[in-house]
């Protein structure tokens, strides 16, 4: 999975609308998360309705951003 972006914003695209490509990414991190006991089921939950709520690329980084610092 490639690495979370650093630079975020319009001028790294962040703007750009969410791909179902781009959720399914988020779910796959999030579903080994919770695997590796890295998330509760409850974070889990919140975390993935955020991803489907989710409406720019940009709305994405902060769901995954903790978890890809203790990567």
Known sequence: MPAEPMDV?????GDR????SD?????T???AARSDARLTD???????SRVYAARVF????PITRDLMMSL
């Open 9 to 13: 914003g319009p001028l790294f695209g």
């Open 58 to 61: 940009d709305d994405l980084v």
């Open 17 to 20: 609308p969410v791909l179902e």
């Open 29 to 31: 991190l999030l579903t």
């Open 42 to 48: 409850a974070d889990f939950a919140q975390r993935i």
């Open 23 to 27: 959720r399914q990414l988020v779910v």
